[in-house]
T-cell receptor, first 114, second 120 residues
Framework: QQQVKQSPQSLIVQKGGISIINCAYE??????FPWYQQFPGKGPALLIA?????SEKKEGRFTISFNKSAKQFSLHIMDSQPGDSATYFC?????????????FGRGTSLIVHP | DAGVIQSPRHEVTEMGQEVTLRCKPI?????LFWYRQTMMRGLELLIY????????DSGMPEDRFSAKMPNASFSTLKIQPSEPRDSAVYFC??????????????????FGPGTRLTVL
């Protein structure tokens, strides 16, 4: 059972454009939503994360938008650059039961053309 | 810290052979995870340990796969016998998850560079 659904699977954007990746979750117990970025030949690394007490979090050109009622969250990359070309994973987790294990989405391969 | 260390970085083997992947987590981290990444299935959690104890191995595809963590600084993932469908990139990740002094909590995972396994 896929608890975190991510779309699109792949995305091609022109330099300077906005990249948008969407995720939806089912488990209402999730209360922490990180995004990981993976460059070719590397392991994923934490990019940005949000907790449900806010609807938006911005770090530089990266913004997470969170809609608790719709159980959806998205990553926006403003002014996308070729260096942003990578695979992006959304994830969701909670700390209930003393377990701190994120559930990952399937990933989105982003290509930013110069 | 050097981060999570995995070896080998690349492994090419023939079907039926035993494969052992190795991982050294970040010092002090109490969680260790093994993942498999393929184009078809994305990032799959195979097994994870907490304080060297296997907690959940429900993601291990079959009995050919086994994992051990004999101490806090070393873990292995073994495939015996290997099959072509095991070809994938295998990641090890570690985490110092749990409550933080700020009153919040985190489960940030730190991934190694991965081992690209090819089974011919």
């Amino acid at each position: 059972q896929q608890q975190v659904k991510q779309s699109p699977q792949s995305l091609i954007v022109q330099k300077g454009g906005i990249s948008i990746i969407n995720c939806a979750y089912e488990n209402t117990a999730f209360d922490y939503f990180p995004w990981y970025q993976q460059f070719p030949g590397k392991g994923p690394a934490l990019l940005i994360a949000i907790r449900p007490d806010v609807s938006e979090k911005k770090e530089g050109r990266f913004t997470i938008s969170f809609n608790k009622s719709a159980k959806q969250f998205s990553l926006h990359i403003m002014d996308s650059q070729p260096g942003d070309s990578a695979t992006y994973f959304c994830a969701a987790s909670n700390d209930r039961g003393g377990s701190y294990i994120p559930t990952f989405g399937r990933g989105t391969s982003l290509i930013v053309h110069p | 810290d050097a981060g999570v260390i995995q070896s080998p970085r690349h492994e090419v083997t023939e079907m039926g052979q035993e494969v052992t992947l190795r991982c050294k987590p970040i010092s002090g981290h109490d969680y260790l995870f093994w993942y498999r990444q393929t184009m078809m299935r994305g990032l799959e959690l195979l097994i994870y340990f907490n304080n060297n104890v296997p907690i959940d191995d429900s993601g291990m595809p079959e009995d050919r796969f086994s994992a051990k963590m004999p101490n806090a600084s070393f873990s292995t993932l073994k495939i015996q016998p290997s099959e072509p469908r095991d070809s994938a990139v295998y990641f090890c990740a570690s985490s110092l998850a749990g409550p933080q002094t700020s009153g919040s909590w985190t489960d940030t995972q730190y991934f190694g560079p991965g081992t690209r396994l090819t089974v011919l």
